[in-house]
């Protein structure tokens, strides 16, 4: 089993930066593919960012394709999203997610990931 922690919301105005991390509890993070997704008041989740276990492929929703960039260290069970260009609709609580495979694919929906952190809270504003 697998417990995710994710830190660094916070404010940031239009154009800003941001990165979140999420922090795993577990002896096998390489076993997992990690995914983030947001969600905002009224929203459904939405698929933000995801990557392969041995981090060989990684997939970007349209909306965030190009601005965000997401990494990991299977070495330190830790995994960021790095978040540039930042837009008042990219105000949402962010959630990481993981799937224990043995694929080497990226999942890119919500149902797909059984294990979730909390969120983290990113507020875009002026």
């Known amino acids: 089993q697998i417990q995710l922690v994710e830190s660094g919301g916070g404010l940031v105005q239009p154009g800003g930066s941001l990165t979140l991390s999420c922090a795993a509890s577990?002896?096998?993070?390489?076993?997992?593919?990690i995914g983030w997704f947001r969600q905002a008041p009224g929203k459904e989740r939405e698929f933000v960012a995801a990557?392969?276990?041995?981090?060989?492929?990684?997939c970007y929703g349209d909306s965030v394709k190009g601005r965000f960039t997401t990494t990991r260290d299977n070495a330190k069970n830790t995994l960021s999203l790095q978040m540039n260009s930042l837009q008042p609709e990219d105000t949402a609580l962010y959630y990481c997610?993981?799937?224990?495979?043995?694929?080497?694919?990226?999942?890119?929906?919500?149902?797909?990931?059984?294990?979730w952190g909390q969120g983290t809270q990113v507020t875009v504003s002026s």
């Open positions: 990557v392969s276990r041995t981090s060989t492929d990684t």
């Open positions: 577990t002896r096998t993070f390489a076993n997992y593919a």
């Open positions: 997610a993981a799937k224990y495979t043995s694929s080497g694919t990226v999942y890119l929906t919500a149902p797909s990931y059984p294990d």
